[in-house]
Structure formats: structure tokens, C-alpha cells
């Protein structure tokens, strides 16, 4: 599309079922927010819309795990996961949620037409129904052995082990997940989405108009399923949870996750126009606005054939382009939520986005590492000394160092002020320089525009590094040796170093625009350095090299990024290792849900009885509990040990309020190493056990005693 007059930009709703992972982040919300501040920079009309989703079978099978209700779970993760992506700058004009009304009225509406239409079919059939729980069973409900791959604990929907989709018929041997027992078939009626009577204009649509512009990967997967035959798709489902099928004849329906979920992105339009006193439509009906949806590859069928399906019969715009990126993976082996093998923002968050850990700056450090390893076009892998390397290596050593040196020597050889640039004295390497200022622009806003956001970010850095090799050639600290009887450097030897200077802050300005889509608070410091407002980072004025004005004072030069040291590396390796251990000691029998099976552990190496009479274990009474600030994991306790009142942090806030706990008596190891967590000293440890649910529960005695009592 050329030109479009505004842009409605859609991330993927993440289930509100639990915490999100970096994988998550660097799939669909990172490259989202990118692209969309490069948009505003730009001055375009643009609406960025994102939300949880909040139906689905993955809601109440969380909630069934931490023995509470469905609306609990999404009222407990909802804001959670808003704030991981607000403190990793992803900035969303509205994150909602499908539990609104809002969402449900449109949902409905939506449905409404379609079946009045005539664009929907209803079909009766046999689907697997628990007998001992008198319900149907969702896909989500089904476990049994892969067909692909043999794994025997496949989902009716996916194999989480091959990745392969399912549906329940195709499971071997399938039990229900509810009671345990093997199912029954039992006939049922639902509302379907006759795939198959639109196979020729996505075949049109997909592989003829959009087949060269669209990433390989979406138009192979699209061209598969469309090759494999197109069947009706239900609609609807028989549960209690979700968005009311509005028919008489529906009484115990509801509209099936993945028909409801991106009807998520017009009820989220919807409630921004409210808010903002603007017009929804034109965002959605009409033809010279571009869509775009950023998503997964778990998501290419949904956003690429099922859902342009529906926007189509219901009079809407199609999507422009769907930039749909490959899945990351951790340390050599598949993120995996059930196996805890995965990095969760609100972990990184908790470890370096905090005053003493170096703040906002650390969420620029992970937003650039996952753009750079970005898996735009294959599966990629994150790797902690990847990401140390490419902080120290990358961030520190060319990026910042560049800056740095350039107000240092500002402030040394220029009295802090930006230099004049004297033509006269300019040489090619001073115009060479310019114009690989105006080269990068145009080369980052193509790459920009065409969703290649790791090979943007490789062009920032790299003009970083020509300034880098500039001053290393220019050398003005040895110029500024060429000095009169007075000390000062000559005139002919000011010249040069004005020049040299004057284009490094001027190209230090670009790098602010350039770089402000991808490590927005990087953007923000170095105006705030440079004495500018943001309005310097709209995306016109990169290319220029009058940014600064000759004679304005500029502050002095702070560290954008920090060194990230092994030991912290060592720590995060170890701690991702130890607890997909941790988790491998307790299981749940997958055969039936109701019977909990805790796995035996592995006897650690042999100690003698000297070892363990160095642990010094103590009963002690909570005495009050709080949250930690923007530590959603994390609650401040005091302890009455008998002899002292100690402070202990532990990270049990997600299954304790502070309320529930005061009063309670623990035991802990009072003789541990005092650790700053959030900045708050903790001295000592809880001793907890976990379930094979994942819920924690203290080790306390049976019966009062008194605080400060050995354990032994």
C-alpha cells in the first residue's frame, strides 16, 4: 500500500494465564513497538493496540492449578503483564482485555451478522465428552500420545513436544484431564466457518497478491494449509467460560477462543476511540488505512487465513502485512513454561531493572539483544554470554564509548559548548562522515519499512562505529598539543578539533533519533545530555547535521550502559538450570489430573554430619509482611527470631498475600549469607515445599512454639 493515510498496528493478546517469557517479547511486542515508534517519529496516524486474552481453556486449567476461579486468574496476571511490558518500553496506546463488555458486545455483534448472513454452518457431531464430570471436554481438556511423534502427553490441540497441531481425534490412547478416565463421544451441535468456500480468494489473496511481500516463512505455512484442503472451523464451544453464544438456542455455549480473541483488536480500537474522543471506523473500514499484525508463528493461520475470512465477510479491511517471527530459544533448548525452562520478564525485570542493577538502561540491554538475534526468518537463541557480549561488546564498547568520548573531549577542548564547524578546514573525512549520516537514514527507514528490524539496528550501530574510526583518525587530544606561548592550541589546530567535535555531537544527535525505536530510554538520555526535547527525535530531522546549535552548553557525559560482569552471567545460568531441576522433582500423573504424584528426588552428593551442623535452623513468627515495590515476586518480611527482629525478602508473593501470612510461623536458615535483593538487605531464608501443582506451602511446626526454637 502506498501512502496510507493511517496505520492500525495489532500485537498478539497473550494469554492472562500466567507470566510471559522473553520468547513472547521478542516474537510479537518488541518488533511491534519498533516499528510503531519509528511510525510516530514519522508523524504517521497510528493506533497501537494489544490486550490479554481472557478466554480459553488455558484460564480455567490455571485457575483448576492454583485452586481458585477463572476471573481471578485474569485479574491476577492482567496487570502483571501490562506492567512487564510498560517497564520494558513497550507502549502501547491501549492494553485491554477481552473479559470487558465492550469486547463481549462486539464479539457478539460479530458473531450476530455473520450467522444472519447466512456465512456461518451449524453441524451436529460427536465430540468427547467426561462422563464422571457430566461435561464436553475443550481440545485443551484431552491428553493422549502424539501421532507424530509418539509423546504421550499431547494436547487435543498441539503436541508441545513436535509442535505439530491436533485435533482430539487424532490423539492415541486420549484420556480427559478433568477426571482421568477415557472419554466417550456424545453428539453435540455448534456453529462453524465453512473455511473451505473461501479457498480461492485466499489463494488470490495470499499467495498472489501478497506472495512477494509477505516473509517466506508466513506464505509457506498459509500455502501448506491451503494446499491440505480447507474444512470448517467450530466457532463455538461448550464451555462456561468465555463470550455467550447471543442465540436462544445456545444455553451453555460459547464462542471459541480463537474466533473471539482478535475480535480483541476492534474492541480494544473501540475503547481507545472512547477514551480519546476519536472515530474507531476509519481505523477498521477503511481501504487507506494499513493494518498490520505482529505475531508468532504458532499464530500464522489464525491472522493469515481464519481471521482475514471473517474481517472480510464482515465488511472490514484486510491486513497489509503480518511480520510473523520464528520462536527463540534458551540456553541450547526450547523455552518450555511446563519444564521451567524459560526467562520471564518479570525475572529479568526483578534482576537488573532496578536502581542498583542500572535501571531502564538494562531494559534497552535486553531490547537490543533480542532484536539482534531477532528470529526474523529462522529460530534463533538467546544466550546469557551472548547477551553479556553484546552489552560489553556492542553497547559499551562502540555506542556509549563513542558518546562518552565525545562530551568528555567537548567539555575538555571545546569549554563544554557545542564548537562551530569551519568549512574552510574541512577535509573527505569530515564529508564522508556526513554522508554516511544521510546514507544510514535512508538505509535504516527502508529496512524499517520493510520489518527488518535486526538489519535496522545492525546500521545504527554501525554508524556508531564510523564514529568511533573518525575520531580514532582525527585524534584531537593530540592535536590539542599543538599549542601557542599562551598553552592554547593554535588557531589552525582549533579548527580541526572544532570540526572533529562539532560532527561527532551532531552525529551523536542522529544516533539519538535513529536509535530512539529500539532503546527508547537510551533516546531519552542523550537528550536529556544534550539539553534537547524529545521533539528532536522525530524522525525528519535524522540526516541533519544542524541539530545542535553552534555555542550551546551541553551537560556533562553519563554512562549510557554498564559493564555486565561474569559472576552476574554465572548467576542467571545457574538459575535457569536450577529450577528446570527444581521442577523436574515434583510431576503431576498426566494421566489424571485429580491424582497428584510428587516425583522422588535425586539424593544430592554424600555430606558428612559436620556439613550439616553448620545450617542453623530456627522457628520464627512472620510479624508483618509487605509487597516490594515493582517486584511482583517478591514480599519484605519481618521475622521474630526470639532473640532479633530480621528483615527477609522472599518470593512467595505470588502464592501469599501479606494478610494470609502474618502471624505464621516458619522455619528458617538464620545463619545464611546476608543478599541485597531490590535493594533491600535480606538476612535469612524461608524453608518452603512445593506441590505438584507449583503452590508453595511453609514448613512450620504443628503447634505454636516459641519463636527462636532450634530445628534439628
Request: net charge negative; glycine share 6%.
Given at each position: 500500500?502506498?501512502?496510507?493515510?493511517?496505520?492500525?498496528v495489532?500485537a498478539?493478546l497473550?494469554?492472562?494465564?500466567?507470566l510471559k517469557?522473553?520468547?513472547?517479547?521478542?516474537?510479537?511486542?518488541?518488533?511491534?513497538d519498533?516499528y510503531v515508534?519509528y511510525?510516530?517519529?514519522?508523524?504517521?496516524?497510528?493506533?497501537?493496540?494489544?490486550?490479554s486474552d481472557?478466554?480459553?481453556?488455558?484460564?480455567?486449567?490455571?485457575a483448576?492449578?492454583?485452586?481458585?476461579?477463572?476471573?481471578?486468574?485474569?485479574d491476577?496476571?492482567?496487570p502483571?503483564?501490562?506492567?512487564?511490558f510498560?517497564?520494558l518500553g513497550?507502549?502501547?496506546?491501549?492494553?485491554?482485555?477481552?473479559?470487558?463488555p465492550?469486547h463481549?458486545e462486539t464479539?457478539?455483534?460479530?458473531?450476530?451478522?455473520l450467522?444472519?448472513?447466512?456465512?456461518?454452518?451449524?453441524?451436529e457431531?460427536?465430540?468427547?465428552?467426561?462422563?464422571?464430570?457430566?461435561?464436553?471436554?475443550?481440545?485443551r481438556?484431552?491428553?493422549?500420545?502424539?501421532?507424530?511423534?509418539?509423546?504421550e502427553?499431547?494436547?487435543?490441540?498441539?503436541?508441545?513436544k513436535?509442535?505439530?497441531?491436533?485435533?482430539?481425534?487424532?490423539?492415541?490412547?486420549?484420556?480427559?484431564?478433568l477426571?482421568?478416565?477415557?472419554?466417550v463421544?456424545?453428539?453435540t451441535?455448534?456453529?462453524?466457518?465453512?473455511?473451505?468456500?473461501?479457498?480461492?480468494?485466499?489463494?488470490?489473496w495470499?499467495?498472489?497478491?501478497?506472495g512477494d511481500?509477505?516473509?517466506?516463512?508466513?506464505?509457506g505455512?498459509?500455502?501448506?494449509?491451503?494446499?491440505?484442503?480447507?474444512?470448517?472451523?467450530?466457532?463455538?464451544?461448550?464451555?462456561?467460560?468465555?463470550v455467550?453464544?447471543?442465540?436462544p438456542?445456545?444455553?451453555?455455549k460459547?464462542?471459541?477462543?480463537?474466533?473471539?480473541a482478535p475480535?480483541?483488536?476492534?474492541?480494544?480500537t473501540k475503547?481507545?476511540?472512547?477514551?480519546?474522543?476519536?472515530?474507531?471506523?476509519?481505523?477498521?473500514?477503511?481501504k487507506?488505512?494499513?493494518?498490520v499484525?505482529?505475531?508468532?508463528?504458532?499464530n500464522?493461520v489464525?491472522?493469515?487465513?481464519?481471521?482475514?475470512?471473517?474481517?472480510?465477510?464482515?465488511?472490514?479491511?484486510?491486513?497489509d502485512?503480518?511480520?510473523?517471527?520464528?520462536?527463540m530459544?534458551l540456553?541450547g533448548d526450547?523455552?518450555?513454561?511446563s519444564?521451567n525452562?524459560k526467562?520471564?520478564?518479570?525475572?529479568?525485570?526483578?534482576?537488573?531493572?532496578?536502581?542498583?542493577?542500572?535501571g531502564s538502561?538494562?531494559a534497552?540491554?535486553?531490547r537490543y539483544?533480542l532484536?539482534?538475534?531477532?528470529p526474523?526468518?529462522?529460530?534463533?537463541?538467546f544466550?546469557?554470554?551472548?547477551f553479556q557480549?553484546?552489552?560489553?561488546?556492542?553497547?559499551?564498547?562502540?555506542?556509549?564509548?563513542?558518546?562518552?568520548?565525545t562530551?568528555?573531549l567537548m567539555?575538555?577542548?571545546?569549554?563544554?559548548?557545542?564548537?562551530?564547524?569551519h568549512?574552510?578546514s574541512?577535509?573527505e573525512l569530515?564529508?564522508a562522515?556526513i554522508d554516511?549520516v544521510?546514507q544510514?537514514?535512508?538505509?535504516?527507514?527502508?529496512?524499517?519499512?520493510?520489518y527488518?528490524?535486526?538489519?535496522?539496528?545492525?546500521?545504527?550501530?554501525?554508524?556508531?562505529?564510523?564514529g568511533?574510526?573518525?575520531?580514532?583518525?582525527?585524534?584531537p587530544?593530540?592535536?590539542a598539543?599543538?599549542?601557542?606561548?599562551d598553552?592554547?592550541?593554535?588557531?589552525e589546530?582549533?579548527q580541526?578539533?572544532?570540526n572533529c567535535?562539532?560532527?561527532?555531537?551532531?552525529l551523536?544527535?542522529?544516533?539519538?533519533?535513529?536509535?530512539?525505536?529500539?532503546?527508547?530510554?537510551?533516546?531519552?538520555?542523550?537528550?536529556?545530555?544534550?539539553?534537547?526535547?524529545?521533539k528532536?527525535?522525530?524522525?525528519?530531522?535524522?540526516g541533519?547535521?544542524?541539530?545542535?546549535?553552534?555555542g550551546?552548553?551541553?551537560?556533562?557525559?553519563?554512562?549510557?550502559?554498564?559493564?555486565?560482569?561474569?559472576?552476574?552471567?554465572?548467576?542467571?545460568?545457574?538459575?535457569?538450570?536450577n529450577?528446570?531441576?527444581?521442577?523436574?522433582?515434583?510431576?503431576?500423573?498426566?494421566?489424571?489430573?485429580?491424582?497428584?504424584?510428587?516425583?522422588?528426588?535425586?539424593?544430592?552428593?554424600e555430606?558428612?554430619?559436620?556439613?550439616?551442623?553448620?545450617?542453623?535452623l530456627?522457628?520464627?513468627t512472620?510479624?508483618?509482611?509487605?509487597?516490594?515495590e515493582?517486584?511482583?515476586?517478591?514480599l519484605?518480611?519481618?521475622?521474630?527470631l526470639?532473640?532479633e527482629?530480621r528483615?527477609?525478602v522472599?518470593?512467595?508473593?505470588?502464592?501469599?498475600?501479606p494478610?494470609e501470612?502474618?502471624?505464621k510461623?516458619?522455619?528458617?536458615?538464620?545463619?545464611?549469607?546476608?543478599r541485597?535483593?531490590?535493594?533491600?538487605?535480606?538476612?535469612?531464608m524461608?524453608?518452603?515445599?512445593?506441590d505438584?501443582n507449583?503452590?508453595?506451602?511453609?514448613?512450620?511446626?504443628?503447634?505454636?512454639?516459641?519463636a527462636g526454637?532450634?530445628?534439628s
Amino acid at each position: 500500500m502506498k501512502d496510507p493515510k493511517r496505520y492500525l498496528v495489532t500485537a498478539a493478546l497473550p494469554y492472562a494465564n500466567g507470566l510471559k517469557h522473553i520468547g513472547h517479547l521478542a516474537g510479537a511486542y518488541l518488533p511491534a513497538d519498533i516499528y510503531v515508534r519509528y511510525l510516530k517519529a514519522a508523524k504517521k496516524d497510528v493506533v497501537f493496540v494489544c490486550g490479554s486474552d481472557e478466554h480459553g481453556t488455558a484460564i480455567p486449567i490455571q485457575a483448576t492449578k492454583e485452586g481458585t476461579t477463572a476471573k481471578a486468574i485474569i485479574d491476577k496476571y492482567h496487570p502483571i503483564i501490562e506492567q512487564n511490558f510498560k517497564d520494558l518500553g513497550i507502549a502501547f496506546d491501549i492494553y485491554h482485555r477481552t473479559s470487558a463488555p465492550i469486547h463481549h458486545e462486539t464479539a457478539q455483534e460479530f458473531f450476530t451478522m455473520l450467522n444472519s448472513n447466512g456465512d456461518l454452518e451449524i453441524k451436529e457431531s460427536e465430540q468427547y465428552y467426561d462422563e464422571e464430570a457430566a461435561t464436553f471436554l475443550a481440545d485443551r481438556y484431552i491428553k493422549g500420545t502424539c501421532p507424530n511423534c509418539g509423546y504421550e502427553s499431547a494436547y487435543g490441540d498441539q503436541c508441545e513436544k513436535c509442535g505439530k497441531s491436533l485435533s482430539p481425534d487424532e490423539l492415541i490412547n486420549p484420556v480427559s484431564t478433568l477426571s482421568g478416565k477415557v472419554p466417550v463421544k456424545k453428539s453435540t451441535k455448534h456453529w462453524y466457518l465453512p473455511l473451505d468456500r473461501h479457498e480461492a480468494f485466499l489463494r488470490e489473496w495470499i499467495l498472489k497478491e501478497n506472495g512477494d511481500n509477505w516473509r517466506a516463512n508466513v506464505v509457506g505455512q498459509c500455502k501448506s494449509w491451503i494446499d491440505g484442503g480447507l474444512q470448517p472451523r467450530a466457532v463455538t464451544r461448550d464451555l462456561d467460560w468465555g463470550v455467550k453464544v447471543p442465540l436462544p438456542d445456545a444455553e451453555g455455549k460459547v464462542l471459541y477462543v480463537w474466533f473471539d480473541a482478535p475480535i480483541g483488536y476492534i474492541s480494544a480500537t473501540k475503547q481507545w476511540a472512547l477514551d480519546n474522543d476519536k472515530d474507531w471506523k476509519p481505523y477498521w473500514q477503511e481501504k487507506d488505512t494499513k493494518l498490520v499484525h505482529f505475531i508468532g508463528k504458532d499464530n500464522i493461520v489464525f491472522h493469515c487465513i481464519i481471521f482475514p475470512v471473517m474481517l472480510k465477510l464482515h465488511g472490514d479491511i484486510l491486513p497489509d502485512n503480518v511480520p510473523a517471527n520464528e520462536f527463540m530459544n534458551l540456553e541450547g533448548d526450547k523455552m518450555s513454561t511446563s519444564r521451567n525452562w524459560k526467562l520471564e520478564m518479570q525475572d529479568y525485570i526483578d534482576d537488573f531493572i532496578n536502581k542498583e542493577n542500572g535501571g531502564s538502561q538494562m531494559a534497552d540491554v535486553l531490547r537490543y539483544y533480542l532484536t539482534q538475534i531477532a528470529p526474523e526468518t529462522k529460530d534463533s537463541e538467546f544466550m546469557w554470554k551472548g547477551f553479556q557480549d553484546a552489552n560489553n561488546s556492542e553497547l559499551v564498547s562502540i555506542f556509549g564509548n563513542f558518546v562518552n568520548r565525545t562530551f568528555v573531549l567537548m567539555h575538555k577542548l571545546c569549554g563544554g559548548k557545542v564548537p562551530p564547524l569551519h568549512a574552510g578546514s574541512m577535509d573527505e573525512l569530515d564529508t564522508a562522515v556526513i554522508d554516511a549520516v544521510a546514507q544510514s537514514k535512508q538505509k535504516i527507514t527502508v529496512l524499517l519499512e520493510e520489518y527488518k528490524f535486526r538489519d535496522a539496528l545492525f546500521e545504527v550501530i554501525n554508524l556508531a562505529r564510523t564514529g568511533n574510526q573518525y575520531m580514532q583518525k582525527k585524534e584531537p587530544w593530540i592535536v590539542a598539543k599543538q599549542t601557542g606561548e599562551d598553552g592554547k592550541p593554535v588557531a589552525e589546530a582549533q579548527q580541526l578539533i572544532d570540526n572533529c567535535l562539532h560532527i561527532c555531537l551532531q552525529l551523536t544527535a542522529n544516533l539519538a533519533i535513529l536509535i530512539h525505536p529500539f532503546l527508547p530510554f537510551t533516546a531519552k538520555k542523550l537528550c536529556h545530555m544534550m539539553k534537547v526535547v524529545d521533539k528532536m527525535l522525530e524522525w525528519e530531522n535524522a540526516g541533519s547535521m544542524q541539530l545542535l546549535k553552534t555555542g550551546y552548553s551541553l551537560r556533562a557525559p553519563e554512562l549510557l550502559f554498564r559493564k555486565i560482569e561474569d559472576a552476574e552471567i554465572t548467576y542467571q545460568v545457574e538459575k535457569l538450570k536450577n529450577a528446570a531441576i527444581s521442577r523436574e522433582t515434583v510431576t503431576m500423573d498426566t494421566n489424571a489430573a485429580t491424582t497428584e504424584e510428587t516425583a522422588i528426588k535425586p539424593v544430592k552428593q554424600e555430606i558428612v554430619f559436620d556439613d550439616f551442623a553448620k545450617i542453623d535452623l530456627r522457628v520464627g513468627t512472620i510479624v508483618s509482611a509487605e509487597k516490594v515495590e515493582k517486584a511482583d515476586k517478591l514480599l519484605k518480611l519481618q521475622v521474630d527470631l526470639g532473640f532479633e527482629t530480621r528483615t527477609i525478602v522472599s518470593g512467595i508473593a505470588m502464592h501469599f498475600s501479606p494478610e494470609e501470612i502474618t502471624g505464621k510461623q516458619v522455619t528458617v536458615v538464620v545463619n545464611l549469607a546476608p543478599r541485597k535483593m531490590r535493594g533491600i538487605e535480606s538476612n535469612g531464608m524461608i524453608l518452603m515445599a512445593e506441590d505438584a501443582n507449583g503452590k508453595l506451602h511453609f514448613i512450620n511446626p504443628e503447634t505454636a512454639i516459641n519463636a527462636g526454637s532450634g530445628v534439628s
